[in-house]
């Protein structure tokens, strides 16, 4: 499901954590959970928002009030290295009012 921006400031003070997500090291796109229910955040068109950064996406996230905050990475060592990927666990640090 998908969140706009118009939506997450009529229901920002609802959104229990934000997950920023690193695409490729290029773009973050936030996931965020809403009455324990996912939804990806969007801009008004419901295209997923891609912002250049973590800490863009952290100050965008800050105007609406989005407590606790995880920024994640997903590992591609494996690949790297010629490996066939796996399945891991994402690599999770806490941003802002994470606990």
């Known amino acids: 499901m998908r969140i706009t921006l118009q939506q ?24 965020l959970w809403l009455n324990q229910q ?15 950064s973590s800490s863009a996406m952290n100050e965008l996230l800050d105007h609406y009030a989005v407590p606790n905050r995880m920024l994640m990475h997903d590992s ?3 690949e790297m290295i010629g ?7 994402p690599l999770r640090m806490p941003t802002k009012g994470a606990n």
């Open 76 to 78: 591609a060592y494996n």
């Open 83 to 89: 490996l066939e990927g796996t399945s891991s666990d």
């Open 8 to 31: 997450l400031k009529e229901q920002g003070d609802k959104v229990t954590r934000a997950d920023i997500i690193s695409i490729e090291g290029k773009h973050y796109i936030a996931r």
């Open 38 to 52: 996912l939804y990806m955040l969007s801009d008004n068109e419901h295209q997923t928002l891609l912002l250049p």
